[in-house]
C-alpha cells in the first residue's frame, strides 16, 4: 500500500523538510520506492531473485512505474529489471507552482470547516483560471453585478460563514459562498473558453508556517480525503487531482520530458501498451 490523494501528493516548499532529501509532494512514490527496496532485500527467502524483479501497473500505477524509471534518471536501477506500463498517465505531474496553490487550498478549505487547530488568517488566498463552486445551492452567499476585489475581500470579511468568492470578469460578477452547509469545491477553468476570466478567492488559512503544519497535522481524516477531486489545479482527468510533484529532488521535469531526452533507467526491459483505444 502506498499514500494517495492528499496524503499522497501535498506539495509545498514548507514541507520538504519532512522529506529524507529535501524533496516535497512525492509521499506516495517514496512508499513505493521503500516497498521496492523491501522487496529487493528479501525476496531471495520467498525463493526469488533480486536481479529478476518486474514492476507493472494501469492507469495511475503506470503513471508511478514511469515515476521510477525516470527518478533517477539514465542510472542503472537494482531494484527491478523489467517494466509494464499499461495506459499510463505520463502528462500527469504538477509543477511546482500549481502543487503549491493546491496546498493553500486545502489549508484554507480547512480554515473554513473549522477543522482542529486551523483558523483563518488575516488575508485571501488568490486562485487564477479557478472558480468556487458548490454542490448545493443554499451555500451561496450572494451574487453581486461587480468585479471589485477590495469591496469583495470587505464584503466577505463582514460575515464569518463567508468563506470567500469567485470573480468572473467575462460575466462581471462576484458570487460569494458559504463555508456551511456544504463544502465547496474547485472548478479548474484553465483550459474552458473564458476561463481565464474566472479567480476564486478564499480565506486564507493559518497565517505562520508552524500554524500551517498544526493544522495539516490535526486536520480531521475524512474531511481530507474528501479534498482528493475538488482542487484549482486538477489535471486531465478530473480523478487526477493529485500527482507526482516536479520538485527538483524527486523529479526534475515532466515525465515526457525526460523519456524525450532518454533519461530513463539503463537496461531495463519495457513493454507499453494501452486499453482504451
Known amino acids: 500500500n502506498y499514500r494517495i490523494g492528499v496524503f499522497g501528493w501535498l506539495g509545498s516548499d514548507e514541507l520538504r523538510d519532512r522529506h529524507p532529501q529535501g524533496g516535497t509532494g512525492n509521499w506516495g512514490a517514496l512508499d513505493q520506492r521503500m516497498a521496492l527496496h523491501w522487496v529487493h532485500d528479501n525476496i531471495r527467502a520467498f525463493g526469488g531473485d533480486p536481479a529478476r524483479v518486474t514492476i507493472w501497473g494501469e492507469s495511475s500505477g503506470g503513471s508511478s512505474v514511469a515515476y521510477h524509471l525516470v527518478a533517477n534518471g539514465r542510472r542503472p ?16 505531474v504538477k509543477k511546482l507552482k ?19 487547530n486551523c483558523p483563518n488568517g488575516n488575508d485571501y488566498v488568490r486562485f487564477p483560471s479557478a472558480a468556487v463552486a458548490v454542490g448545493d ?3 451561496i452567499l450572494a451574487v453581486r453585478s461587480d468585479d471589485n476585489v477590495d469591496e469583495a475581500k470587505a464584503w466577505c470579511s463582514r460575515f464569518d460563514q463567508c468563506m470567500g468568492f469567485t470573480v468572473n470578469r467575462k460575466e462581471y460578477t462576484i458570487t460569494y459562498v458559504s463555508s456551511n452547509p456544504a463544502v465547496a469545491f474547485a472548478q479548474d477553468t484553465e483550459s474552458l473558453p473564458g476561463g481565464e476570466a474566472s479567480t476564486a478567492y478564499l480565506k486564507s488559512g493559518p497565517d505562520t508556517r508552524r500554524g500551517r503544519i498544526e ?36 523529479l526534475n521535469e515532466t515525465i515526457m520530458e525526460s523519456v524525450e531526452k532518454g533519461e530513463i533507467a539503463t537496461g531495463v526491459n519495457l513493454l507499453l501498451g494501452t486499453n482504451l483505444d
Open 98 to 116: 500549481d502543487a503549491e496553490q493546491n496546498y493553500q487550498w486545502v489549508l484554507a478549505i480547512l480554515a473554513s470547516r473549522g477543522s482542529p
Open 215 to 250: 493544522c495539516l497535522l490535526s486536520a480531521d481524516g475524512p474531511l481530507l480525503d474528501m479534498l482528493t477531486e475538488i482542487l484549482p489545479r486538477d489535471d486531465t482527468f478530473d480523478t487526477d487531482a493529485w500527482a507526482p510533484v516536479i520538485d527538483g529532488v524527486d
Open 137 to 139: 445551492s443554499a451555500a
Open 77 to 92: 536501477t537494482d531494484l527491478f529489471s523489467g517494466a509494464i506500463l499499461q495506459s499510463p498517465g505520463l502528462t500527469q
